[in-house]
Nanobody, 121 residues
Framework: QVQLVESGGGLVQAGESLRLSCAAS????????MGWYRQAPGKQRELVAA???????NYADSVKGRFTISRDNAKNTVYLHMNSLKPEDTAVYSC???????????????WGQGTQVTVSS
């Protein structure tokens, strides 16, 4: 089994910053892509940012220039640095990782439990 544990959500005012962290643990052998999705009430889940094991990144247009994704491969951890937060960034943020385990070298997606980010105006 693989566990993804997120931390760092909370309530901030518009213009402030937050950093989310997500650590993978358990029977992890290798991790390919790691990333963050978010879902706001009444809206579909959307990809916020993703990063490959080699550091190639991808961002949603709505967060480009404000959010930065990074990872520490030695710690199996992905971070999302969120600057200049806006009320429309309010959502539940969930991390995911494509993980191969000690028992299967096929990469499967695993998800964290989600962390709430609320930005007040």
């Amino acid at each position: 089994q693989v566990q993804l544990v997120e931390s760092g959500g909370g309530l901030v005012q518009a213009g402030e910053s937050l950093r989310l962290s997500c650590a993978a643990s358990g029977s992890v052998f290798s991790i390919n892509v790691m990333g963050w999705y978010r879902q706001a009430p009444g809206k579909q889940r959307e990809l916020v940012a993703a990063i490959t094991s080699r550091g190639t990144t991808n961002y949603a247009d709505s967060v480009k220039g404000r959010f930065t994704i990074s990872r520490d491969n030695a710690k199996n951890t992905v971070y999302l640095h969120m600057n200049s937060l806006k009320p429309e960034d309010t959502a539940v943020y969930s991390c995911y990782a494509e993980v191969s385990t000690q028992y299967s070298r096929t990469y499967y997606p695993w998800w964290g439990q989600g962390t709430q980010v609320t930005v007040s105006s």
